[in-house]
């Protein structure tokens, strides 16, 4: 028993640290062949690490719900790997892996912390991965996606307010949004789409002075809105996002400069003003002096993590649990804990990989209203990562985000999918010849 | 310069409506670069996350784990068997060992001699048992042999931890304090190492679950958990007149010239403080008055010097400050303040009464200082870490607490308290064949028996070891505690 579970422990080691060697080879190699082998090697990896996480949670409680779930999950990893490169053949076959490789990290740490949880997760995960298919079409018929900037800035701005009004408060923020008493839908993660495509549409038309005001003012209106929500992640996801949007639509550092210029600013009023910003930042400076309190979940998370150390406790055998929102914003602890400080660096690479991979996508991409939208996603993706583990291990204060597709949580794994799957679809209409790029091409 | 841009940007929209070229960016590459500059500044914070992490690995995580509010102790006592805790001479402190029925047992060879400094694990862990916990429940595995036990689920053993505690001095003060209630400690003075550090009465660790009830309820009055060493806090009696002196040496830079006829006596508003048996010095310079320890010069001393001057001196020394070190301890305190304190109290606090308070290892502390020419040093009970193959994990550095006073003034007061010894109250140590240098102090108490004080070190060219001794309730210092300083210097230059 104990010594499966220690070797399972370094299995999915290897496994993880194989998989993030072949996904940063396939995206340096440009010849197809070795490109090739690498996705085989990749596919190899998820199901193998997929399945040795399960086989340690079986045989440390033997259940047989476990291996339904097990199966259920195989079943939509090699649905979603057929069926994409059916449809989409132009698709990123490592954008993809690396997209299910995520999902699986999550699933076996959320079925470690929570069974339950667990279940709804994949269910909600396999629907998003099911609209995600139609996503890459959606994308391809840009004209008339494009057409609707400022429908989409004013909806989500409508959103953001209907939240405020009727939105439930959770963790602390009022951002849950509850329909018909069924089911709480975070409507900040639609806003989040909505945003991006709001940005890129009005920007690829033109970057006039004026046009610049107006959607700053928008923008700034929504990120207002959710700091009203007390939801200071978001609201600085979707700054940050709009500043390097502005920065990259008109190339001027200048923005850049201003806007970041801005935004410190504005959390330094923050911080004098309110006080549950105040709170976070003492707990980030000293955990340990407020440990009973604010600091308590700060402190136990850095626990966790120098508990695990560099090779983990091994799933089951740590105490991830006496982590608040361990499922959600803290699961980086958790699985530096149980899988170890090693595997915690290789996700972080897993992650980094695909943020290269995403802006690879960007800056290929030819159309501007593509590279934009291309671009947004790239970064809100690539933030939130850093604000999620960067707040785990208290290398910046803890803003409450999750880390996408490894978090419970059923809005966020909804909007990351589809946010990639736009993203393919970029890369699936560049490389092909289509009639609608011909038309770009005067 | 951005209106006349905006300007063409304008004309430009209106002239060529439907051209097309006019939404792309005017130069491909340029939009690339733009995008790439992302590219940097994003990989470079994940770089830089990456690195913190790594460095909270490597460096940080195992004083944030040692944190008794963290659960996952018992988790790791699951999987090592706890570390030995080893004196400096190669002595087992401490060690974990399996009993008759097959249960782990930490065994305390020397039972209450190291009870405070060493500490326990069960009914709350203290000392260096809370203090390394950590350390001591971490197996170093580099071996195969270790991830094969680990493997097979049994248990490899923890690291140990090697004090700077000399056993043999230990033995000697734990030996010399006999049945009387007390603590000795002992200092390196240029390190800061601690090698022995006694408190009595104490408690046997081995039978703390039998007798926790008489103990945790004090029910023999005699408070056997308390550390006196670092915890209990006393008047400092005379031993306090080497801060005096200091404090007069600043405010006077012609301290040399100091002179007064002592009486035996000396009254202010209806207080009278009496040399020790009455006995008057005669006329004495500063070196005589310190060494026959005459309270009427020091306290006539007290009535001129200034008050915050004096608070500001103590303060630097520690007083009202937790000490620079890992064990627990009580704050030393100094309480004379201009404005609310009287001449009276600054004349009693001059002599080391009053309200001042200090605790032995304090007073070890300030002895080392003078030893090591005014450079106070963190006092520490750790050494280093090994494996339980012997191979060094970790070593702990002396570390610097802070200056405390400048090596002429310390030379000054070196020469100072070698005259006790040569001339004064603890003339008995002259005849050890090692020059030592002190002060003895005696703290009246009302209606008991004065605390007994001694703090010194030895030799007074190159101090190898400073010490400080208190006894309760017994009588004078020179009578009860420099017989006890004088057989733990005897054991440590033997």
């Known amino acids: 028993m104990n010594i499966a579970i220690e070797l399972t422990k370094y299995l999915m080691l290897i496994l993880t640290g194989a998989y993030t060697y072949h996904a940063f080879r396939a995206a340096v190699k440009k010849n197809k062949n070795s490109q090739d082998k690498s996705y085989k090697w990749m596919t190899c990896c998820i199901f193998m690490f997929h399945f040795t996480g399960y086989f340690t949670l079986f045989i440390q409680a033997t259940n047989n719900k476990l291996l339904l779930l097990y199966g259920l999950e195989v079943l939509v990893l090699i649905l979603a790997l057929k069926f994409y490169k059916i449809l989409y053949p132009g698709i990123s076959g490592l954008l993809l892996r690396n997209m299910l490789m995520l999902l699986s990290v999550g699933y076996i740490i959320l079925t470690r912390l ?11 995960s396999a629907a998003a991965l099911g609209l995600g298919l139609i996503v890459p079409a959606v994308v391809n018929e840009y004209e008339k996606i494009k057409k609707y900037g400022w429908i989409y800035g004013i909806a989500g701005i409508g959103l953001l307010l209907l939240v405020i009004f009727i939105g439930t408060e959770n963790y602390g923020a009022t951002s849950w949004l509850s329909i018909f008493g069924i089911v709480t839908v975070q409507p900040t993660e639609l806003v989040k789409l909505l945003f991006v495509f709001f940005i890129a549409s009005l920007f690829s038309e033109n970057i006039s002075f004026k046009r610049i005001c107006i959607v700053t003012a928008l923008a700034g209106v929504t990120v207002l809105a959710l700091v009203f929500q007390r939801d200071l992640g978001g609201a600085l996801i979707f700054f940050v996002t709009y500043v390097f949007m502005l920065y990259c639509a008109t190339e001027k550092p200048l923005y850049l400069l201003l806007g970041l210029g801005a935004g410190s600013l504005a959390s330094w009023i923050a911080y004098f003003l309110f006080d549950h910003v105040k709170v976070r930042v003492l707990a980030w400076k000293n955990p340990f002096g407020y440990i009973d309190k604010e600091g308590y979940q700060i402190s136990q998370s850095l626990f966790a993590i120098g508990t695990g150390g560099w090779f983990g406790m091994g799933l089951n055998q740590g105490l991830p649990t006496s982590i608040p929102v361990v499922d959600s914003d803290f699961i980086f602890a958790a699985i530096s804990e149980e899988l170890g400080g090693l595997f915690a660096l290789f996700l972080i690479l897993l992650y980094i990989n695909c943020f290269i991979v995403l802006i690879n996508i960007a800056i290929k991409s030819e159309n501007n209203f593509f590279r934009l939208l291309a671009l947004g996603f790239s970064v809100m993706f690539g933030f939130q990562i850093f604000l999620s583990v960067g707040g785990v291990i208290k290398f910046i204060p803890s803003t409450g985000v999750t880390l996408p597709l490894v978090s419970y949580g059923g809005s966020s794994v909804v909007s990351t999918i589809v946010m990639l799957m736009v993203i393919q679809g970029i890369f699936n209409t560049g490389s092909k010849p289509s009639k609608s790029k011909a038309k770009e091409r005067p | 310069m951005r209106k006349s841009i905006l300007k063409k940007d304008i004309t430009r929209k209106k002239s060529e409506k439907n051209n097309i070229k006019n939404k792309m960016p005017r130069d491909k590459a340029s939009g690339r670069k733009t995008i790439l500059s992302v590219v940097y500044i994003f990989t470079g914070l994940f770089i830089l996350m990456m690195g913190y992490f790594a460095h909270f690995l490597i460096f940080k995580s195992r004083d944030v784990i040692n944190s008794t509010y963290n659960q996952r102790h018992d988790v790791l006592a699951k999987r090592v068997i706890r570390g030995k805790i080893i004196s400096a001479d190669g002595v087992v402190l401490a060690e974990t060992v399996t009993d008759d029925g097959e249960n782990e047992v930490r065994n305390y060879p020397f039972d209450d001699m190291y009870a405070h400094v060493v500490g326990r694990v069960l009914r709350g862990r203290t000392g260096i048992e809370a203090a390394e916990n950590i350390t001591l429940l971490t197996s170093y595995s580099n071996s195969a042999g270790a991830l094969y036990n680990d493997l097979i689920g049994v248990k490899n053993p923890g690291n140990n931890v090697i004090t700077t505690l000399n056993h043999k001095l230990t033995k000697a003060a734990y030996d010399a304090l ?85 009486k035996g006596k000396i009254e202010y508003d209806g207080m009278v403080i009496h040399c020790s048996n009455n006995r008057s010095h005669g006329k004495v310079d500063l070196k005589k008055a310190f060494a026959k320890s005459c309270n009427t010069s020091f306290s006539s001393i007290g009535k001129e010097l200034s008050m915050d001057g004096f608070r500001e001196l103590c303060e630097s020394f520690f007083f009202n400050k937790d000490l620079p070190a890992k064990i627990s301890n009580n704050k030393s305190r100094f309480e004379l303040k201009t404005g609310s304190s009287g001449v009276k109290e600054a004349m009693q606090t001059a002599i080391g009464q009053g309200k001042t308070l200090i605790t032995p290892l304090h007073n070890a502390m300030i002895a080392a200082a003078v030893a090591n020419g005014g ?43 070698r005259a006790v010894v040569t001339d004064g109250t603890a003339s008995r140590l002259n005849k050890l ?14 209606g008991k028996n004065s605390h007994a004080w001694f703090i010194g070190f030895a030799p007074i060219n190159e101090p190898k070891i400073a010490i400080s001794v208190l006894v309760e309730n017994i009588g004078s210092g020179s009578d009860y505690a420099v017989p006890i300083a004088e057989k733990v210097f005897e054991e440590y230059f033997k």
Do not use: H
Not at chain 1, 115 to 122: V, W
Not at chain 2, 223 to 241: C, E, H, I, M
Not at chain 2, 378 to 406: H, N, Q
């Open chain 1, 114 to 124: 929570s069974f339950d949880k667990a279940i709804r997760q994949f269910f909600i």
């Open chain 2, 178 to 262: 006999g049945n009387k209630t007390g603590s000795v400690v002992a200092i390196e003075p240029s390190t800061g190492k601690i090698l022995a550090m006694v408190s009595k009465p104490a408690y046997n660790p081995n039978e703390i679950d039998e007798n926790w009830d008489r103990l945790s309820e004090d029910q023999d009055n005699e408070s056997p958990l308390l550390n006196r060493a670092s915890q209990g806090l006393y008047p400092p009696g005379s031993t306090f007149k080497i801060l005096t002196a200091l404090a007069y040496m600043r405010e006077n830079p012609d301290y040399l010239d100091y002179s007064y006829n002592c």
């Open chain 2, 375 to 417: 450079i106070m040093m963190k006092p520490y009970t750790v050494d280093r870490i090994e494996s339980a193959g012997g191979r060094v994990l970790k070593g702990y550095i002396p570390e610097e607490a802070a200056v405390v006073m400048s090596f002429e003034e310390a030379d000054y007061l070196k020469s100072l308290m």
């Open chain 2, 433 to 446: 064949d090692v020059k030592v240098a002190g002060k003895t102090g005696t703290a009246q108490q009302d």
